[in-house]
């Protein structure tokens, strides 16, 4: 008797969360990954839940209640934590329920589903710790990067040593209720990009924000170009009566529990952390073309360099895309005359880049990819130090500049 | 419909207590019953002065405090008879009432863990143990939505000790126990063979002198049809008459009873303090409701208007308030 509610309850509970659940899964490898966390990690809430998930798939009850029970007791306000102990309670009660089915918003059932699935997906991932394909380049005194997965629902956190990229951590996060690709103002989306995120905002903030909050630079010079408008897309934390908030629930902001946002707030007190938010993540080592781009890419900043300070114009205005814009109307008319004008009359050019880093910029139309550096100019006529930034796009199979401007 | 059978068992079952104390008890309960619940107190505490060890009338002093909401005393009550007779599980189930209302589900589960222990057939303590569980789990889902429901949960909480505690000292209709002949729980526990006749209620035994015993039967049965999902049965209950809840049409009101009733996989109706009003070939039926299925429990006060149509009793409107 007991024996079938257990089927019952984890049947319907995996096809509810239609996960891709299968004995591996349950006996092998999402338990050793459950192994690299403590009680000190503030992911160690997320895999107490998706550990107690996996004992109701094999049907162990009670040790599913006991570790939710621990759970709940760390993290009060965890909803869906409160649901799953319903659910196991229901089948103690004998009256076992389809998942959520406590619940009577199917609203709401979603949220829970789909915030189950992201969680347990993550643990379901065989190689959590790759680096992103777009982190191409950080600068030294760049030590953290964030790339987030709106799909996956996910934040990772990467430590940059001495231009070797490590994974640190990655963390559950809410997007915008109507998902990814921002376009305009309270469309609810949360944009796709590279964007940089300001230290943590001093004044008060109502609770809704929790922990605190890190505007990110939305829109950028790419964003402003295409037409994309709206803004205040934070990264922020969630209210104190609540854990987490569902998988797609925010206006456009980056939504952390204040847990997971405290333990990150050290990779964003710079004030200039990358934040990479696309929808669809890869890996570096999955594709020889996007490591082809990448190399590509840092040779024609070089050759661009040198075909600056050789001032040889043709060559170096050959570098700009058709579609070149900067600062202040500027298309490539406009900066074409301005630096033929500028390049007949200077001599003993020197141009040094210092500090690069590079993305990939996340783009569905076309292979994107920004870089930003220190420039050191000198001239007869001038002497300039600046940090500059560009956007690059792939076009007929060659990297051109699309902007430049100052970073 | 759940503490009456044990209530019952201990008043009949303890048959080496004199038997003047059970005429006395008996006294007492009907005291209780008729709303004098203090000077059922009253009687039953000189009564234990003088009889300190008589542990039916602890039990009974805890039944009426329980139900007059003195629920520390009444555990205290249950707490000694317990310590008198360890391997009687009904005061470890009604402690266990108790602990849940006050939200102390764990102690709960224990008492009737220890009840089940001693009785693993007692369907009683199966039945509240899920309860408990089932009240957690519904705690849960709360605060899974951040339903702040502390209003309507106390409701809920009190109206659910008055379904395990009302119509304690009088029989109750028991919805759908006799379609499960499967349940071998619904005998009583061992120990207390000798109360075995009085484990069977006796026919609701509605308020008014008059009250024509057809009209409870077929209330009765019109319970019994819905706890046991004949959805047939059920309708049959309704007269041709019938006033639908909102004046929809009686087909499409058939077709949503059948649907809601066959949907759950399992239903348990259970009907307290049914009072009868007759009026000729007319009836006025009111009475405590409560209903659990498809993970919904839930408590109303009903009314049904029948009416004799041909010697049978059928229902022409019903009238539920929560």
């Known amino acids: 008797m007991m024996h079938r509610l257990r089927l019952t309850l984890t049947l319907m509970l995996v096809a509810a969360a239609a996960l891709p659940w299968n004995a591996t899964a349950v006996d092998g490898r999402p338990f050793s990954s459950f192994a690299s966390f403590n009680k000190f990690s503030p992911n160690y809430t997320e895999n107490l839940l998706v550990r107690s998930l996996f004992d109701i798939g094999q049907g162990k009850l009670q040790p599913a209640l006991n570790t939710i029970n621990e759970l709940l007791k760390l993290a009060p306000n965890f909803q869906l934590a409160h649901l799953v102990r319903g659910d196991l309670l229901m089948a103690y009660a004998k009256q076992p329920q389809a998942f959520a089915s406590g619940v009577s918003s199917p609203e709401r059932t979603k949220d829970f589903r789909e915030e189950a699935r992201v969680r347990i997906e993550r643990y379901l991932d065989e190689r959590p710790q790759r680096i992103p394909e777009p982190l191409w380049q950080l600068h030294d005194s760049q030590k953290y990067a964030i790339v987030i997965d709106t799909n996956r629902s996910r934040l990772f956190l990467y430590s940059n040593e001495r231009g070797k990229l490590r994974y640190l951590a990655d963390f559950y996060v809410t997007v915008g209720k109507n998902g990814a690709e921002k376009q305009t103002e309270g469309d609810k989306r949360t944009p796709v990009g590279v964007y940089y995120a300001s230290s943590k905002l001093i004044q008060k903030l109502p609770d809704f924000y929790g922990y605190g909050a890190y505007p990110l630079n939305y829109p950028n010079e790419w964003d402003v170009r295409q037409g994309k408008n709206g803004s205040g897309i934070w990264l922020h934390g969630t209210p104190s009566n609540t854990y987490s908030r569902p998988p797609r629930a925010s206006d456009g902001c980056v939504v952390m529990t204040n847990p997971d946002l405290k333990a990150i707030a050290p990779a964003l007190s710079s004030g200039n952390t990358p934040v990479i938010i696309t929808d669809n993540l890869t890996w570096q080592g999955d594709s020889d073309n996007a490591e082809l781009q990448r190399e590509a890419l840092m040779q024609t900043l070089e050759t661009w360099r040198k075909d600056w300070q050789s001032q040889d114009t043709d060559r170096y205005l050959s570098h700009y895309a058709s579609e070149f814009f900067s600062s202040g109307n500027t298309d490539l008319n406009a ?34 990819a920004i870089v930003s550096f220190d420039q050191d100019y000198k001239s007869n006529l001038l002497s300039n130090k600046m940090r500059k930034r560009q956007y690059w796009v792939l076009e007929n199979k060659r990297w051109k500049i699309l902007y430049e401007g100052p970073a | 419909m759940l503490t009456p059978r044990i209530f019952a068992l201990l008043l009949l079952g303890m048959s080496y207590l004199p038997v003047a104390h059970a005429d006395n008890l008996k006294e007492i309960v009907q005291l209780a019953n008729s709303g004098q619940a203090t000077q059922a107190l009253e009687r039953l505490d000189t009564h234990i002065r003088a009889n300190p060890k008589d542990a039916q009338a602890i039990f009974t002093r805890g039944v009426i405090l329980a139900e007059v909401g003195k629920r520390d005393e009444a555990i205290k009550s249950f707490v000694s008879v317990t310590e008198m007779h360890p391997n009687l599980p009904e005061p470890y189930n009604n402690l ?27 369907a009683t303590a199966h039945e509240n143990l899920g309860d408990v569980y089932a009240r957690q789990a519904s705690e849960a889902y709360d605060k899974a939505l951040q339903l702040d429901n502390s209003n309507s949960r106390a409701q809920n909480k009190l109206s659910m000790i008055k379904g395990l505690f009302n119509g304690s000292y009088k029989p109750v209709i028991v919805g759908n126990k006799e379609q499960k002949p499967a349940e071998p729980a619904a005998k009583p526990a061992e120990t207390a063979k000798p109360a075995e006749p009085a484990a069977t209620p006796t026919p609701a035994a509605p308020a008014a002198d008059s009250a024509d015993p057809a009209v409870v039967a077929a209330v009765n049965a019109w319970a019994a049809a819905w706890a046991s999902q004949n959805v047939d049965g059920y309708l049959a209950s309704y007269a041709s008459s019938f006033k639908t809840p909102k004046g929809e049409a009686r087909s499409d009101w058939e077709n949503l009873r059948r649907e809601r009733i066959s949907k759950p996989a399992k239903i348990s109706v259970d009907l307290s303090n049914i009072k009868v009003k007759m009026d000729g070939d007319k009836a006025r039926v009111s009475f405590q409701q409560s209903y659990r299925g498809g993970g919904l429990a839930q408590r109303t006060s009903k009314t049904l208007f029948m009416v004799n149509s041909g010697g049978k009793w059928l229902i022409e409107q019903e009238i539920a308030d929560n």
């Open chain 2, 96 to 122: 266990a009432v108790l602990y849940a209302d006050q939200g102390q589900y764990d102690k709960a589960k224990k008492a009737l863990e220890t009840a089940i222990k001693t009785h693993p057939s007692y």
């Open chain 1, 335 to 368: 900066w074409k005359a301005h630096k033929q004008r500028i390049q007949s009359r200077s001599d003993n050019v020197q141009v040094k880049l210092g500090n690069v880093d590079m993305y990939r910029y996340p783009s569905k139309s076309k292979a994107m």
